[in-house]
Every structure is written in structure tokens, then in C-alpha cells.
């Protein structure tokens, strides 16, 4: 394999596009590339070797949240989960009872809100 020189082509993992992409290389230092140049974005950045940067992830937050799972039971969450209130008060009405009591709540259904748009109005 030949020496990389200034402007020979190459992937590299773009910063701005945060993909792999084609780029040409910007500068050489001991014979890598140091720099390259997005041919897509054409922004320069480090030559990465072709690696996504490892994710940000706060320390702190994820000490935190840790923390709140180890609290959470989780066979007291199933238990709340598996009797919703509104089917204990259907279960002890009739199924006659249960419809007219559904009947006479009323539902409010709001009207749409007129568009507004940018200028005069349409004749």
C-alpha cells in the first residue's frame, strides 16, 4: 500500500453528517492523515479512522437513575398494573347500569381551531 499524500481520498466517520463518508485529507503527520475534509458537508475535522465518537453519557445522570431502579419493586408496579379502577366499578353494576351511568356522562369534543395564516385573507 502507497503513502497517503495531501488530497488523496479516503473514509472517515464525519462529525457534521455523522456518517462514513468520502473525504480528502487536509494534512499529513508521520505519514497518517491528520486532517481531512468532508467532500460531501466540507467541513475539517480529525481523521477519526473511520470511528463514531463513543456517546455522551453523563455519569451523574446514569448514577442517578441507577439508583431509582434499585428502588423500584418491581412486583409492586405488576400489582398496580393489573387492576385499573374502572373495571372494579363495572364488575359490581349490572351491565344496564353500566351503559346508562357511560350514557349520561357527556363527552365535550372541542371545535377545531380556525388556521391561521401569514397575510391578508383569501376572497
Given at each position: 500500500?502507497?503513502?497517503?499524500?495531501?488530497?488523496?481520498?479516503?473514509?472517515?466517520?464525519?462529525?457534521?453528517?455523522?456518517?462514513?463518508?468520502?473525504?480528502?485529507?487536509?494534512?499529513?503527520?508521520?505519514?497518517?492523515?491528520?486532517?481531512?475534509?468532508?467532500?460531501?458537508?466540507?467541513?475539517?475535522?480529525?481523521?477519526?479512522?473511520?470511528?463514531?465518537?463513543?456517546?455522551?453519557?453523563?455519569?451523574?445522570?446514569?448514577?442517578?437513575?441507577?439508583?431509582?431502579?434499585?428502588?423500584?419493586?418491581?412486583?409492586?408496579?405488576?400489582?398496580?398494573?393489573?387492576?385499573?379502577?374502572?373495571e372494579?366499578?363495572?364488575?359490581?353494576?349490572?351491565?344496564?347500569?353500566?351503559?346508562?351511568?357511560?350514557?349520561?356522562?357527556?363527552?365535550?369534543?372541542?371545535?377545531?381551531?380556525?388556521?391561521?395564516?401569514?397575510?391578508?385573507?383569501?376572497?
Amino acid at each position: 500500500m502507497r503513502d497517503i499524500r495531501l488530497g488523496d481520498d479516503i473514509d472517515d466517520y464525519c462529525v457534521r453528517c455523522k456518517r462514513i463518508m468520502n473525504h480528502n485529507v487536509v494534512s499529513v503527520l508521520n505519514g497518517k492523515p491528520a486532517k481531512v475534509r468532508c467532500r460531501t458537508c466540507h467541513s475539517d475535522h480529525d481523521y477519526r479512522n473511520e470511528q463514531a465518537p463513543p456517546p455522551k453519557v453523563d455519569p451523574r445522570k446514569a448514577a442517578l437513575f441507577n439508583e431509582v431502579l434499585k428502588k423500584v419493586d418491581p412486583s409492586e408496579a405488576a400489582a398496580v398494573e393489573d387492576v385499573p379502577e374502572l373495571e372494579m366499578e363495572a364488575a359490581d353494576t349490572e351491565p344496564e347500569e353500566a351503559e346508562a351511568a357511560a350514557a349520561a356522562v357527556p363527552v365535550e369534543v372541542e371545535a377545531p381551531k380556525p388556521k391561521r395564516g401569514r397575510g391578508r385573507p383569501k376572497k
